[in-house]
């Protein structure tokens, strides 16, 4: 029997799987250590534990241990990336280019560091969401320390041409910073392939436990620096202070070697089931997909059903399945999602959006269960809805 209601918003966040829970639990009673503790084994144990983990991350995304700072999950490390550049160059330069279809994390950050003498360029993108290359070349001044851009958008999972950005970075000698948040993982990423300077991430996004993130910082060619943004007893290299969550990290740790592990064959099974998805739906009139399906991660479909509103249908719906009408974040606001906006898409679409992603654990009786779920409501509501026509 199918348990309801079941999970298709991996995007907003995701279970922990129960072989990073096992790897954890020891950190929280017998190996309870401060990793700062230097003059006992209880320390030595809890940092030994922070540089297995260490290793693991880099390990994911193609980069040495040395060069991961651990922070407590992506929003902290977009604000200690854009910040701390900022910080650190100010006297070199003011202007950074970032995009439009960023996350709040990123976009209020920028706003935050307009008030304090930043300026911002924030690139348009295209009716598939993604940033030109050519668009970010003729954006740069010669005061710009930093170019701020996604890897994968989370409302649409469209995946941005990260080797041509960072091939424009590199000829304009400035830092490539790349919200990643919901690529790694999922699709595989190696910062000296893809160019890129630094990069944020989350552990709660890749199936280990909240409050743990990590930002990658390039140590040579070119060597990051940045400043920091809390100050105390000097852990993560001066970068980060504050006591490590030596649970949490451990967890993290696990988790991306898990991804990487099976990152190849989750993709081939949830790219199936996502497209019976899709294109189940599809088979309704007036049902459009949102953002690229030529560059998107293998897990997300994100699909505007017209003549119905969002709210409306995921009321309908919520007992049985969990899914979310634009970006979680903003789903508290009535206003159609801002990246739904910016890739073009009409008002009355962009709120008839909704959002699918799938994850470890989804089987494919959920898929099907979904599937006749939604249309049976879709059809229902639209019924109900004077302007539609049969
Ligand atoms: C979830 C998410 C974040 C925020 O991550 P937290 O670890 O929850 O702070 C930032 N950027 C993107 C793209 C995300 O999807």
Redesign the pocket.
């Known amino acids: 029997m199918l348990k309801l209601p079941l999970y298709l918003d991996y995007?907003?966040?995701t279970p922990c799987d129960p072989r990073v829970m096992e790897v954890m639990t020891p950190y929280f009673t017998e190996n309870f250590g401060n990793a700062a503790s230097r003059d006992h084994s209880f320390g030595w144990h809890a940092s030994e534990a922070v540089q297995y983990a260490r290793e693991q991350v880099a390990g994911l995304i193609g980069a040495v241990s040395t060069e991961i700072i651990f922070t407590?999950?992506?929003?902290?490390?977009?604000n200690l990336a854009l910040k701390g550049v900022f910080e650190m160059f100010r006297s070199k330069g003011n202007h950074i280019i970032t995009s439009v279809v960023?996350?709040?994390?990123?976009l209020d950050t920028c706003r935050h560091l307009e008030k304090l003498g930043a300026d911002v360029t924030y690139l348009k993108v295209n009716s598939e969401g993604l940033v030109d290359p050519e668009e970010l070349e003729a954006a740069f001044k010669p005061t710009t320390i930093l170019v701020a851009i996604?890897y994968?958008?989370?409302e649409t999972g469209t995946v941005m041409p990260v080797k041509k950005i960072s091939a424009v970075t590199r000829k304009k000698g400035v830092f490539f910073f790349s919200?990643?948040?919901?690529a790694v993982g999922k699709i595989p990423i190696d910062v000296n392939n893809d160019g890129i300077d630094l990069l944020?991430f989350?552990?709660?996004?890749m199936y280990g436990p909240?409050g743990a993130?990590a930002l990658f910082l390039r140590r040579k060619d070119p060597r990051v620096k940045l400043t920091a943004q809390i100050d105390g007893g000097g852990h993560e290299r001066g970068i980060r202070s504050g006591t490590l969550n030596v649970p949490g990290i451990a967890g993290f740790g696990k988790a991306c070697e898990l991804c990487k592990q099976e990152m190849k064959q989750e993709a081939k099974r949830l790219s199936a089931w996502r497209d019976k998805l899709e294109t189940s739906l599809l088979k309704l009139k007036d049902t459009f997909v949102n953002g690229s399906t030529r560059f998107r991660l293998p897990h997300v479909t994100n699909i505007s059903f017209n003549f119905v509103e969002s709210e409306g249908l995921i009321s309908g719906i919520q007992k049985d399945i969990a899914v979310s009408s634009g970006?979680a974040?903003s789903s508290a606001s009535r206003e159609p999602s801002y990246v739904l906006k910016a890739l073009g898409v009409a008002d009355e679409l962009a709120r008839g959006s909704i959002r699918f992603s799938l994850g470890r654990f989804t089987t494919e009786e959920q898929i099907d269960f979904a599937i006749v779920k939604f249309i049976e409501t879709i059809n229902q509501l639209r019924t109900l809805n004077p302007y539609w026509k049969t």
């Open positions: 995007n907003a966040t407590s999950g992506a929003t902290e490390a977009d960023e996350h709040k994390a990123v996604m994968a958008n989370n919200d990643a948040t919901q944020a989350s552990s709660h996004k909240k993130g970006s974040c």
